[in-house]
């Protein structure tokens, strides 16, 4: 057979085509199956290059989600889905069931699964829910079908190590668990504590951290489907807290090369790392940012950041380049990661615990070998109206407002991070949510010391912004919390 060829007006394509593409494969495009027949792709909801398809399927089956592996450990991870998927029908955990598991004649493996039609990922309805108060009861209503299903899924002697929101689906109002690679255990045995916390602060992770600082109405949930798990509340505590900094870890580290959101290119005079999904769009900015700059929307002009909102198309960015002031500011920034760099990672962090910032797009810095020197960073820009000029001094935040400001100081306080500049115009009130900009100075501490310091040196930043004893000063120094 030939690596590409035509069928039906569908280009027919093979596991060894596949496998080379960068790129997500044209749609549509068919695969021919062990008894000859065909299977034809409509969409492509993921793809790994080298690795793995995912998508709407149609053949003789009918509607089908289709995984379609390739590449090296194609085999392992096709025997392990199916595996997975048995694993859980076996148990009684709801998933999508398997219609057919298929070695293919090219070296590809294919299983079909039924597709779930109108089905909504946990991830999508997060999204929906986003900004939304701690204590708003629409939270625990959108969490708790999440955690009774794990804790079905303990109880049944298994886990799944891939507990992210999209592996969540929600068909009718039936929660259901899908990617059988990442469940293992053996069904309808017993599972030691300490896997089943582990797995459960996995969980815990995936939401926004203001929402899961008090888990107790979860857990019920929890408990309800497995109350064999013996109640430890320090022992999850420290699993969490292990589950949240392998999961930072993880986000900081596909920040800096080349992965499934990102494209990274370092050359000797320069480093550059793009949003996949943005590439095109953005390689305008990437290949002369200051000249983008200079056309754009000036925001800011110093002597150490120069600001400009720029517009391509139908989409609208910040810019920010990080000045060098002279030779000596450049030799002394020249050893260190640019402030960028530093902006950069502190937005990933941010983005990995739920804290809104403007999503970042893309790091450049200019380079001679390890010596740094300017650096540009693209984010989304964030309409919102800071809470300097959103906010009355005259009277209290309404309860929309104020119930963010808690959470984000929680959210905080429980991450031990401070921002370093907390001035009101680098909070924007955007969508119901409190956007922090201006990362350059953000801080994860590990000493508690210099947390306490840090922490009251950015609460007091804020409350600065508003004469004393005003009302909205007085009910800030009321209820945005203190370090304990």
Not at 106 to 111: C, E, F, H, K
Not at 323 to 342: D, E, F, M, Q, Y
Not at 371 to 383: I, K
Request: hydrophobic letters at 40%; a positive charge; proline letters at 6%.
């Amino acid at each position: 057979m030939s690596d590409i060829s035509l069928t039906s007006n569908i280009r027919l394509l093979n596991a060894p085509t596949l496998k080379v593409l960068e790129a997500p494969p044209p749609l549509p495009f068919a695969i021919r199956r062990p008894d000859g027949s065909t299977i034809s792709f409509v969409s492509v909801l993921r793809h790994l290059p080298g690795k793995r398809v995912v998508g709407e399927a149609r053949g003789a089956d009918g509607r089908a989600l289709a995984k379609l592996f390739f590449g090296n450990n194609a085999r392992r991870h096709w025997e392990r889905e199916a595996s997975g998927i048995r694993a859980l029908n076996k148990a009684g955990v709801a998933t999508p069931e398997i219609i057919a598991a298929e070695e293919l004649s090219d070296g590809g493996y294919l299983i079909l699964t039924r597709f779930i039609d109108g089905a909504t990922t946990m991830a999508e309805q997060i999204r929906e829910l986003a900004g939304t108060c701690s204590q708003d009861d629409r939270v625990a209503t959108l969490l708790a079908p999440c955690f009774a299903l794990v804790g079905q899924l303990h109880a049944a002697g298994l886990i799944h190590n891939d507990l992210h929101p999209g592996n969540f689906l929600n068909a009718d109002g039936r929660m259901m668990l899908v990617d059988g690679d990442a469940v293992s255990g053996e069904p309808l045995t017993h599972l030691a504590d300490s896997k089943a916390r582990a797995n459960l602060a996995l969980l815990i992770v995936q939401f926004p951290l203001a929402w899961t600082l008090e888990p107790v109405r979860l857990l019920e949930k929890y408990r309800r489907a497995n109350p064999t798990l013996t109640d430890d509340p320090r022992a999850l505590d420290a699993a969490i807290q292990q589950a949240r900094d392998k999961r930072i870890h993880d986000y900081l580290d596909k920040a800096g090369r080349s992965c499934s959101r990102y494209v990274a290119r370092r050359r000797f005079s320069s480093l550059q790392i793009v949003a996949r999904d943005e590439e095109a769009r953005l390689s305008p900015v990437i290949d002369d940012p200051d000249r983008c700059m200079a056309e754009g929307q000036p925001l800011k002009q110093g002597n150490t950041a120069t600001v400009s909102r720029i517009r391509i198309g139908s989409a609208v960015w910040v810019v920010k380049r990080y000045n060098i002031k002279g030779v000596i500011h450049a030799l002394s920034r020249a050893w260190r990661p640019t402030r960028g760099w530093h902006s950069w990672l502190a937005a990933h962090r941010l983005q990995a615990l739920g804290i809104a910032t403007p999503r970042p797009l893309a790091i450049v810095e200019r380079r001679f070998g390890p010596l740094r020197g300017r650096a540009w960073l693209v984010t989304e820009d964030c309409p919102g109206q800071n809470l300097r000029e959103y906010l009355d001094p005259a009277a209290p935040p309404d309860s929309t407002v104020g119930n963010a400001l808690i959470d984000l100081f929680k959210a905080l306080s429980a991450a031990r991070i401070t921002h370093g500049d907390l001035k009101a115009t680098n909070l924007l009130w955007h969508n119901d949510r409190i956007y922090l900009i201006d990362l350059d100075a953000m801080t994860p501490h590990t000493s508690l010391v210099g947390l306490n310091r840090a922490w009251e040196k950015d609460r007091d930043r804020l409350i600065a912004n508003w004469p004393d004893d005003s009302p909205l000063v007085r009910w800030l120094e009321r209820n945005l919390p203190r370090l304990p």
